[in-house]
Every structure is written in C-alpha cells, then in structure tokens.
C-alpha cells in the first residue's frame, strides 16, 4: 500500500511545475550536493500535511545526507532525526545519524546509535570503526598534545580554503586552492553552492609573515573546479587535481603545468592509467622526485579512495597501492611523504575523531627472514588538537615540526579554512654537581655526555659544581666527568618518551687522586676477613674504575674500631685488605698494582663535611680516637665505632705499565 502511494506522490511530483525530486535525486546521484539539498529542502516544506509525513521523511532523510555530504554535521543531525521522527524506513538512517552526531563530537549519542545499528547489521565496518572511534575520542582530547594550532589570519577568505602546499625548500611561497568570491570563473559549483575552486598563491616577506594571497594568472585556473596542487623538489613542476565535468558524471584528473619566469603553463592531463570513470586526485611528490603519490577508486584498491603511488622515473610507469596497513574500506587522502618511512595522510576509515582524521605512518622494518615483499606500516591518530570532529587534512610541512593544514572544525556551513600549527622543541635538561668524596664542589669539571643518536656535548662544571645539558627523548647517554687531581667518574641514563618537558638529576662524585678514599658498604661478618655477598656490588665499581685508570697503582687500607688489642686488630685489618685485594685480581686488576695495608685502631677518622652530613652529632674537623669516643653516650661511642670501621684506597702511582 505504502509503495503505492508513493508512486502516485512521485507521479504527482513529476507533473508540477516547481522543482521536481527526480532532479533533486539525479542531482545527488551526479554529486551535487548543494543543489540537490536546496530542492529536497523546498520540497520538504511544500508537503508538510499530515498525510504527507512518511514522504517527509524520506525528504528529510535525503537533506541529511546532502548535509553530511557537504560537512554540515549539525544540519544532518536535525534532518537524519527528522526523518526519524517521521518514521522512515532507511536501513542506514541510524549509521548516518551516528556518522552526523560523530561529526558534531556528540560521541555518546553516536555510540548510542551505532550500538543500535549494529544490533541489526554486526559485522558492518563503518559502525565498527566509528563506535571504536567515539571510543577514543575523549581519550585523545584529555591527553592532548605539544601541538599549538590557530586559524591563519591571512590565507583564508570568507569561503572555502584548503590544500596549503609550499613551491619549495625555501619555503617562499605558499599555494593552496580557494572558492573566494574573488575567484576568476563565473561559475558556481553544484556541489558547494561556492565558487568553484582556483589556486593561489602568497609570498613571505621580509618579516618572514606571508602576504595577502594573490590568485595564480595566465592559463593554469579555468572555469573547471581546481583541487590540491603538488610540486616536484625544485619547484619547476605542479601537479594539480582537477575536476572536470563534460557531461556526466564529473570525474577529477591529474594535470601538469610547467613554471617559466614565475608563470604557469596552461595543464596538461597527466596520465596515470587508461582508466576514464576513475577519480584521481590529492597528488603528493617525494622528496626525491622519484613518486607521484594520489589518492584513487580506481579497481585494485581496499575501498573508497586509496592512496597510490606512480614512479616518475620509470618510462613504463610503475603503479603501486601503498596496501592494507595505510589503506581501508574508507577514504585515504592526501599524502605526504616527508621521508621514505615517514608517511601523513588523512583518513575515515581508520578509527578518527569524525569526518577525515590526520594520520602518521611509520614504515617498519622488515624482519629478517621474512618472505612478505609488502611494506608495513605502523599507524597512529595525530590526536588533538590536530584533529577535530570535522574534517582534518592536507597537512604541509615547513620547518621542523610546523606548517599548515586544512579544516572545516567549528564551521556551520562546512567550509574549509587553513591552520597553522607548531609542535615546540620538547625542553629536556639533565643537571647535577660534581663534588668530591667530602661532599665539597669541584669546578672547572670537564663533563661529557654522548648520546646513542650520534650527540656528543661537553660542559665545563660552575665554581659551585653545577653543569646542565639538554637533551633529547629516548636516547640512551654516556657520562664522563674529570678534573685535574681526581679520577674520572661515569655514569649511564637514558631518558625517557614521553611527550613533555623535564628536567633529569645525575651527580658525579669524584675521588680525589692522592688523598684515602672511603669505599662504602664493604661489609664483612663479625670478627672475621671473610667479605660478605652485599660487599660485591660496591667492589664491581671499584674493579670499573680502576680499569677507567689503567695507569694507577693503589693501596688498599682497612681500618678496625678501638675494640680489642692492637696487635689483634692490627692483624684482622690486614686480612680484610688482602681479601678486597683477592677479589680485585680475580676480577682482573693486576696484582702489581694493588697494595694491602691493614692499620688496625691506628688511624682514627677525621670527621668531614659529608660524615658530619650523616652524623650531626659529630662536629666537622673532630678526630673520633678512643680519647674522645670515651666522652660520649653510649649510641654515640657505636656511631663513632662504626665510622672508623673503613676500608680505603688511595692512589700511590699514576706511571704503572703492563
């Protein structure tokens, strides 16, 4: 019954003199959206009786999908709910209003309603992808990013701005496509209801601030739709998209056009395959000159639009897809190859924020014994504030980790306007202090660090010891520090990826070339010359640092408490050297360049700075011999008891050769 009474509606449609919906649904078909949405929607208030509210909402439900079309998520929403309202029977209408609530960043409602799709269609890929995306989405905007992103001041017009691209290294100029009223061709594009699309151009100053845009003369604008430009490396060649329209449908091409004297040519069509229905368009040349990257639906791809490569330097034309890690059932556009395994490209069909989402591909490397000819790329969301709900796209790439790119995020009537954004140099320090084994500062220390990236610095230590480096994420580094009368002092780190500033702490503490040096936590049991297990680790760095110092012989002194007689503490101190001796030459210190001194009781510490540090109670300058030690409490005569109880070394020549 129902399809009956459509029939008879459509056949009464037909007969009327205003606009028709055979040509509102032929304009959709062609891909004109703004005309095809301005006849729905003039339809839909003409027939707004109650028996007329199931042809509603077909109505509204076709003026969703203009509006999704054309970028306007909000409008899309209101139609998409609209048809909803008029129960109209669709088996996408609640995908589309997802898709519509996604783009506004509506991201539990979408959920909602993916949710609901799902329920009657499980294994449907775009749902998949969108709900995973809504999923994400706040995830993205609470961890944010280093990325600064403004409108640019003075690219955009008042209509569609998009598809920035710089002539060249010396980033002189800037070109990119625009609808601008002050656009040469007369004629408006079905599609937007704008101007249609001619490039421009604008020239930095002196300032480094680029100019006003002026349009491109001579014959590369016409009265067709003018897309994304793209240059060979020295700036001579432009490719540039282009759509054109003879009859039906209108299918976008590739053309060329050479620059002379600061003029471009008029374009050539550059031939990629024989195929004519397929659309070809967002080109992209790498660095070397050697590929034409694109965006095609030509047959052979994943889906939707894939992104493709043609070899320039090949006379038969090497056509290759860049495969399934960077391609989708969804749309992969405009390419950017900034080095062999660094891709960015914009894509719907890998989980985004809405609409096209910027992407970074990172080529990985191939392991070894695998057979796979294919590349494979590691992906990863740009995140925010780079990408939005909206469309985010056609991103350039000036110095460093800044440029520009395209967006329609916060515009109401879906036009695209052009972004800067600047990504700051990370600021990571690594600071100390060189001191010596008392805890004093000593200046004038040398300190090098070299990272496993190839860095290499060098500092000199402030008369109060303090040194700074910057440095860079994930690296690993190498410390030397050395000063005239001290042995030199390493120290390895390695700084972490996350992605904000810091500032790391190492101190070098060195040991004075001929003065005793106390070796911590050298620990032996009770009454006997035995080292225990604890003791090793600090024995492993000494065995490091006399290897650092090829040349030195030491002596190595043990000293006792006051408990016991002096001839026994005497012997017991010169066991316990032996036994840090035996361990050094099984650990491969020549013997020859070890000397054992046990000194019993005989040499009672002086307290310095750095045991006064650690022993208040103790006052700097203080001998603890057995005639003070008597003067003190109980805990306190351990204390002292324990600080005597030492094993040292100390330099005794710096001329020992093998």
């Not at 062609?30 to 707004?48: Q, V």
């Not at 405009?334 to 924020?353: E, I, W």
């Not at 440029?403 to 916060?410: L, V």
């Not at 210190?589 to 307290?607: D, F, H, Q």
Request: aromatic share 12%; with cysteine; hydrophobic share 30%.
């Amino acid at each position: 019954m129902a399809g009956v009474m459509l029939a008879s509606v459509v056949l009464s449609l037909a007969s009327c003199k205003g606009p028709k919906l055979r040509d509102a649904d032929e304009a959709y078909d062609r891909g004109e959206y703004f005309d095809a949405a301005t006849i729905y929607r003039k339809l839909y208030n003409r027939y707004n009786r109650k028996e007329d509210q199931w042809l509603r909402g077909e109505l509204a439900f076709q003026l969703g999908m203009c509006h999704l079309k054309l970028n306007q998520g909000n409008r899309a929403t209101s139609a998409f709910q609209n048809a909803i309202r008029y129960e109209y029977e669709d088996s996408t209408l609640l995908l589309r209003l997802a898709q519509a609530q996604q783009r506004e960043g509506q991201y539990n409602a979408a959920i909602k309603n993916y949710e609901a799709y799902l329920d009657m269609y499980p294994d449907d890929w775009e749902a998949l992808v969108g709900i995973r995306g809504c999923e994400l989405a706040p995830q993205w905007k609470e961890e944010g990013s280093r990325y600064i992103v403004k409108q640019d001041k003075y690219l955009n017009s008042r209509r569609a701005d998009y598809a920035p691209m710089f002539l060249d290294k010396n980033l002189e100029y800037i070109y990119f496509t625009s609808t601008s009223e002050k656009s040469m061709g007369e004629l408006r594009s079905e599609i937007t209801g704008t101007k249609k699309g001619d490039i421009y151009f604008s020239k930095r100053d002196e300032k480094g601030n680029y100019t006003r845009p002026e349009i491109v003369d001579g014959g590369l604008n016409t009265e067709h739709d003018e897309g994304a430009t793209a240059f060979s490396p020295d700036g001579s060649t432009m490719y540039v998209a282009r759509a054109v329209r003879q009859d039906w449908p209108t299918t976008v091409e590739i053309y060329t056009s050479s620059r002379s004297e600061a003029k471009w040519s008029a374009p050539q069509k550059f031939e990629i395959t024989a195929d004519t229905l397929s659309n070809y368009s967002d080109p992209f040349v790498s660095p070397d000159g050697q590929w034409l990257y694109f965006a095609s639906d030509m047959p052979g791809g994943q889906g939707g639009t894939d992104i493709w490569r043609i070899n320039l330097k090949d006379k038969h034309g090497t056509l290759e897809n860049l495969g399934p890690d960077i391609n989708t059932k969804g749309n992969e556009r405009f390419p950017n190859v900034r080095t062999d395994s660094l891709l960015y490209f914009a894509s719907n069909g890998h989980p985004g924020m809405g609409g096209l989402d910027l992407f970074v591909a990172t080529l990985l490397p191939h392991e070894e014994g695998n057979k796979d000819p294919m590349d494979h790329w590691s992906i990863k969301n740009m995140g925010v504030p780079m990408n939005s709900s909206a469309d985010d796209f056609g991103i350039t790439f000036g110095k460093g980790e800044s440029g520009y790119f395209s967006s329609n995020r916060g515009e109401a009537r879906g036009y695209d306007h052009i972004y800067t954004f600047i990504k700051p140099d990370l600021q990571i320090w690594i600071s100390g202090y060189v001191v010596d084994k008392d805890d004093e500062p000593v200046p004038n220390a040398v300190i090098r660090i070299v990272g496993d990236d190839g860095s290499n610095q060098k500092t000199a230590s402030k008369p109060d010891g303090s040194f700074r480096f910057d440095l860079q994420r994930g690296v690993k580094y190498a410390m030397l520090a050395s000063a005239d009368g001290y042995l030199n002092g390493r120290q390895e780190f390695e700084s972490d990826t996350t992605e904000e500033d810091a500032e790391y702490n190492v101190d070098f503490v060195l040991a004075a070339m001929f003065k005793a040096q106390i070796v911590e936590n050298i620990f032996y049991d009770f009454d006997k010359a035995v080292l225990r297990d604890e003791s090793k680790l600090a024995l492993d760095s000494l065995v490091m640092l006399l290897k650092d110092h090829p040349n030195i012989v030491v002596e190595m002194a043990s000293h006792t408490d006051r408990v016991g007689s002096e001839k026994y503490n005497q012997g017991l101190s010169q066991r316990r050297a032996q036994s840090v001796v035996d361990y050094l030459i099984a650990n491969g210190i020549p013997k020859e360049r070890l000397k054992p001194a046990g000194y019993g009781e005989s040499r009672p510490k002086t307290v310095t700075k750095r045991i006064h540090s650690q022993y208040p109670q103790f006052e700097e300058g203080v001998t603890l011999d057995e005639e003070f030690i008597k003067t003190l409490s109980k805990e306190d005569q351990e204390a002292a008891d324990q600080i005597n109880r030492r094993t040292e070394f100390q330099v005794l020549d710096t001329t020992y050769e093998y």
